[in-house]
């Protein structure tokens, strides 16, 4: 069982879809479940700063449809993380047209609009990150806004 947080309520949602991780399970389950004007993903362990939450919604207010944070130091990774973490983004990006930015999870705020076009697709086994970047690059919306520079772990 997994608790997803949707809008200011949280529920608990069975996470157990045989083809997705349960952190996929959980922020499918949110996105589904979704009912408010800004959505926020982030790990509930928070390995992502809650701090910069405050700063993600004044850039969704000034008009941002999405907003991520990008990892500055990863000097807490190991060395085989940040090297595999490197070659993926380098492999995936050679190779797509669609280019994943680096060093971006899955801690973002997104409108409403965008929630509603993740809803639209529903592959079974997810890469979110790719639809997250998907639905930025291809639909008319006000570019990103990343974090990045207030995001030190």
């Known amino acids: 069982m997994v608790t997803a947080y949707v809008s200011n309520k949280s529920a608990a949602i069975p996470a157990q879809s045989p083809t997705l991780s349960p952190t996929l ?30 700063e993600m919604l004044q850039q969704i207010q000034k008009g941002y449809e999405v907003v991520t944070a990008t990892r500055t130091d990863r000097s807490k990774d190991s060395y085989f993380k940040r090297t595999t973490a490197k070659w993926f983004y380098k492999v995936h ?23 509603q076009e993740i809803r639209r697709l529903r592959e079974n086994n997810r890469f979110m990150k790719g639809i997250f970047t998907w639905v930025v690059e291809k639909l008319p919306f006000k570019p990103n806004w990343h974090a990045n520079k207030l995001y030190r772990l």
């Open 93 to 115: 990006n050679s190779f797509s047209e669609i280019q994943i930015p680096e060093n971006v999870g899955d801690f973002r705020a997104m409108t409403s609009q965008v929630v």
């Open 25 to 54: 399970s959980a922020i499918t389950a949110g996105l589904d479940n979704f009912s408010a004007d800004i959505a926020i993903i982030m790990d509930s362990d928070l390995q992502d700063p809650p701090k910069l939450i405050s």
